[in-house]
């Protein structure tokens, strides 16, 4: 299966001593609009949060994908697979997985929605 972009730093631009984003990567507002997890809006939103995890390391799309994790805008499960570039595979036709469930058998269960 094709492995999504790399992750990459965002644009940002200095204010003194600290480092602001200047916009949420535009393939991961594009991915989260994709499945219905968020809009750019909602993603927008996590700016500050963004600042506050990042401080004055670089802004790396996986910081804005941590921000919508501890906001609970998306899981951790759902966090995971887009920071390792399987996004779309969250996607399995009309349904999106939110987690792993335990299973004992050959196959994988998943809680969607």
């Known amino acids: 299966m094709p492995q999504g972009p790399a992750l990459a730093p965002a644009r940002s631009r200095a204010i003194g001593d600290v480092v602001l984003p200047e916009q949420p990567p535009q393939p991961l ?37 941590d921000a919508l994790a501890q906001a609970r805008v998306i899981t951790p499960y759902q966090a995971a697979e887009i920071n390792a570039g399987r996004g ?3 996607a399995l036709g009309p349904y999106v997985l939110l987690r792993p469930l335990t299973s004992e058998g050959y196959g994988r269960l998943f809680s969607a929605k």
């Open 29 to 65: 507002v594009d991915l989260l609009a994709r499945l219905g997890l968020s809009n750019a809006t909602g993603v927008e939103r996590m700016r500050g949060r963004v600042r506050r995890l990042a401080r004055d390391l670089p802004v790396f799309d996986s910081v804005w994908v």
């Open 88 to 90: 779309e595979r969250l």
